[in-house]
């Protein structure tokens, strides 16, 4: 067992583990248990200049996480039996099948898609705990009772040739062996964080039947420290507490007047630092995806600096996924003329032609114009006024004084209406037989035919990459509608919508190779990392770790009954406080920033407790009123999940400012080390 801080003591901790169990033998298998894949990568190639000089390599050496691990080992004895994976949209659809069968309490907003998320988020929380914790819940309140009855039917009807990670996690510590153990060589588990308790089970197991060492990184808080200890208890209860330590903080603090100018001012010293430093040993991390993300990564790109890391645009906002989810609900809202145009008109969609034809583009000006002229607004109006239209084009061509110029308009726009009539009448034909189809396959291949149609191969090479990624996360999703058929659910225009809209939205394709570019990724990403520089954005309390909320489904007084069994909703403040602190472990120079206020010139709360024991002094010592031009007044300060780190910044209250117009309040001091932007 060995206790390490984060960054580079981590990795050398880590380093010294591995050279021990390989001193003997070079070729030793040896299996390292990651938190996430960053860490994976930078423990590989961190491991992969050797132990000597004269040996600058490693072998032997398997790296995974305990999902993938659960996966190698119980997967083939789960498949064995005729089960297979259960995707989220197949446990979003059996949760749907269980309200539509029993809504219970639900009865009201059992059709609403929120209700079936919210219900699903439910059964992902109550899949980690056993039955007598589940009783536990019912017994708190009616409405827990009903959240736990969903959750047991949709649980049967998944284990009815399905699992998940759950059952892939518990089937391997059930079924692991020693002799399957001894393959895995010595385990190695570095930086556990917080662990599932089907985790934990597996983690344990392992350290049973083969030698494991877990290398724990630890940051001196100890209820941000609290989930890492209470996992390494779980897999070596022999093992001592981590020692006491001080928590890191930052000397460099700089502060804008909102997000879009604090981002412009982290770019420009970013711009510094690569004069001086690889790309790839600085990484900038947010605190908030909303808007630090995006305006990040516009910010670099314009800065011309490469950036790897999660990608801030889901599928879901890509024109292939929007084509496919605008014409579902065009036809569920009845075919409104803006909708139809609105969802055609990204791409260069064809028109439905024979074969030969296939390849006309569907010229959306002329055909915005044409149902403007006609009066199209929805519904049958698409055949009913365009076939009026058309008739009227064909009377005025009947003319011979014509000119040639308008007789070619009158022609064209004649041609155009006809074009037109027939796609809609298609269209709407194609979208009536999949919210006739009695199942999800049918759905699947209509839309998939409706897409082919529309965006035939030809045109594909045409498309930005991003759309053509796109175009293949769409078609992945569609193909994943089939295992819907096992559901007891029907396949509807609202259903198919509502699960593809899931499914694309939560598709964030990753953006660059890490390792080349500067990172950009959020800051529960850091455990794990390695840097020479460092920047933390975003960091006021009401970004990081944001506003505290309770399950409405699973408030904190039934968690509480089961003894914690079911996790605190807190462990998300706490998992965001222990990667921050993470972050300033894992580079020599880090610098923090936040903004006063927000591009709409709200003010925000105050900056996050723990950038520097004088900053959260100065966040709370309550001095003269503010400069003249900054953000306004600034909004009461939000409760941290991190206590100042300094006891004079404890010892002194958070007030209230003052508003602009006058008041009797305090305002705050902005800290002499901070630089001003």
């Excluded at 007598?132 to 309140?141: E, M, P």
Aim: overall charge negative; proline content about 8%.
């Amino acid at each position: 067992m060995t206790w390490t801080s984060y960054g580079r003591s981590a990795l050398d901790a880590l380093t010294q583990v591995v050279a021990h169990l390989k001193q003997d033998d070079p070729l030793r298998p040896v299996t390292l248990v990651v938190p996430s894949n960053i860490a994976g990568i930078v423990a590989r190639r961190h491991l992969a200049r050797g132990f000597h000089p004269d040996r600058p390599a490693i072998a032997g050496l398997w790296i995974t996480t305990l999902p993938r691990l659960a996966e190698q080992l119980a997967a083939p004895q789960l498949t064995g039996t005729g089960r297979r994976p259960a995707t989220r949209a197949f446990v979003g659809a059996t949760v749907r099948g269980v309200l539509l069968d029993n809504p219970g309490v639900f009865g009201e907003v059992a059709d609403h898609p929120s209700t079936a998320r919210a219900l699903a988020r439910a059964h992902h929380d109550l899949r980690d705990v056993d039955d007598s914790a589940c009783d536990l819940v019912s017994g708190t309140s009616s409405l827990c009772a009903e959240v736990v009855r969903v959750h047991r039917a949709a649980r049967e009807r998944i284990a009815d040739g399905h699992y998940d990670e759950t059952d892939l996690l518990h089937t391997a510590a059930a079924t692991l062996t020693a002799d399957r153990a001894a393959e895995l060589g010595s385990i190695v588990i570095y930086l556990p964080q917080d662990l599932t308790h089907a985790e934990t089970a597996l983690a344990a197991t392992l350290a049973g039947l083969t030698d494991t060492h877990v290398v724990a990184g630890h940051t001196g808080d100890p209820r941000a420290d609290a989930a890492v200890t209470e996992s390494v208890a779980a897999i070596a209860p022999d093992d001592p507490p981590p020692p006491l330590r001080t928590p890191p903080t930052v000397q460099r603090v700089m502060h804008a007047s909102d997000s879009d100018d604090e981002v412009r001012c982290v770019v420009r010293d970013v711009v510094q630092t690569l004069r001086t430093t690889p790309a790839h040993r600085v990484a900038v991390l947010y605190a908030a995806r909303d808007p630090y993300g995006r305006l990040l990564h516009e910010h670099l790109a314009a800065a011309g600096i490469e950036v790897n890391g999660p990608g801030v645009r889901p599928v879901a906002e890509r024109a292939v996924a929007r084509l496919v989810l605008g014409l579902l609900e065009t036809a569920r809202t009845g075919y409104r003329r803006a909708d139809v145009l609105r969802a055609v008109g990204e791409l260069p969609v064809t028109i439905f032609e024979d074969s030969d034809r296939a390849t006309t583009t569907l010229p959306l000006p002329l055909w915005e114009r044409i149902t403007r002229e006609a009066g199209v607004v929805s519904g049958d109006d698409w055949h009913e006024r365009l076939d009026f239209h058309r008739r009227s084009l064909e009377q005025q061509l009947e003319d011979e004084d014509l000119y040639d110029s308008t007789r070619d308009r009158l022609t064209r726009h004649r041609d155009a209406t006809a074009s037109m009539q027939h796609f809609m009448a298609t269209l709407r034909e194609r979208l009536a037989d999949l919210d006739r189809t009695p199942t999800w396959t049918g759905a699947a291949e209509v839309l998939h035919g409706i897409l082919e149609d529309l965006l035939p191969p030809s045109t594909h090479r045409h498309l930005p990459p991003a759309e053509q990624h796109a175009l293949v996360t769409v078609r992945s999703a569609l193909g994943q509608l089939r295992a819907l058929d096992s559901t007891p659910t029907s396949p509807s225009l609202a259903g198919v919508e509502e699960i593809l809209g899931l499914e694309l939205d939560g598709a964030l394709p990753r953006v660059g190779t890490f390792g080349q570019g500067v990172l950009v990724a959020p800051v529960e990403q850091a455990v794990g990392l390695d840097l020479d520089a460092l920047y933390v954005v975003g960091l006021t309390e009401d970004l990081c770790p944001g506003t505290l909320r309770e399950d409405s489904l699973l408030p904190e007084r039934a968690r509480e009954a089961t003894g914690w069994a079911l996790r605190s909703s807190r462990r998300r403040a706490d998992r965001t406080h222990r990667s921050l602190l993470a972050a300033f472990d894992s580079a020599p120079h880090v610098t923090a920033s936040f903004p006063r206020g927000t591009c709409a010139g709200t003010p925000t709360g105050s900056p996050r407790a723990g950038c520097s024991p004088r900053c959260a002094r100065s966040a709370a010592t309550p001095t003269s009123p503010p400069p003249s031009g900054s953000a306004g007044p600034a909004a009461p300060a939000t409760p941290s999940t991190a206590p100042p780190l300094s006891p004079a910044a404890c010892a002194r209250p958070r007030t209230r400012p003052p508003s602009r117009s006058g008041g009797s309040g305090r305002t705050w001091q902005a800290s002499p080390r901070t630089t001003r932007s």
